[in-house]
Each structure stands twice: as C-alpha cells, then as structure tokens.
C-alpha cells in the first residue's frame, strides 16, 4: 500500500520561508514521478513543481526564483523549499506520484498517488 507523507507546512509571515517534505512509504518513485501540486481555497488544484525525464525541475511561472525543488535519493524524500513567501502561495500542498511511468511526470487530471496535504498559510 503505498502512501505519500508530507509535513512542513505551517502558518508564517509574507517573506518567511517553509520546506515541505515528502515521503514515499512503501514504494520508491522515478525522481520524474513525483511532483508537489497545491490548492487553494475556491480555486482549482494547480502544479507548483517536478523533475523533468531530464532531472531538470519545472516550476509554475509565480514561484521560480523561490521555491526549489530536491530529492534526497538516499533517504527517498521530495522536498519543496519556499522562500519569500506570498498570501498567493496559501493553500493545501499535496505530493503526487504517477502510478507507472505512463503517468509520469504526474499531472493535475492523471492517475496519481496523493498524499494528504499540507496546510501552508501565509499572512
């Protein structure tokens, strides 16, 4: 049974930094296969970041150059670190992985593993 545990989040200030932390029990993902999406209150669940085939990140336009996504690959665990913090970047962070490469990297409308969220508010 694989699940998706991520923590990190909490409450902070316009500015502050928070890491997510993302870990896979039960099943070691493709670094291409995972991805940290969000969703904030009346809006639709969007992709914040992931690994491209390539190793390279792909980040959504609002948060490159403050968000970086990482993988510890000795410890199996996707992290999101979030500089510079925006009330816009409020919401419930959750970590996907596609369920076999054809669902890789994951998408927002795709045959994903979630894991449960985390709550980030920023104020």
């Known amino acids: 049974h694989v699940q998706l545990v991520e923590s990190g989040g909490g409450s902070v200030q316009a500015g502050g930094s928070l890491k997510l932390s993302c870990v896979p029990n039960g099943y070691t993902f493709s670094t291409y296969c995972m991805a940290w999406f969000r969703q904030a209150p009346g809006r639709e669940r969007e992709a914040v970041a992931h690994?491209?085939?390539?190793?390279?990140?792909t980040y959504e336009a609002s948060v490159k150059g403050r968000f970086t996504l990482s993988r510890d690959n000795d410890k199996n665990i996707l992290y999101l670190q979030m500089n510079s913090l925006k009330p816009d970047d409020s919401g419930v962070y959750y970590c996907a992985a596609g369920i076999n490469s054809y669902f890789c990297p994951p998408r927002k409308d795709g045959s994903n593993y979630w894991g449960q969220g985390t709550q980030v508010t920023v104020s």
């Open positions: 690994f491209g085939s390539d190793g390279s990140p």
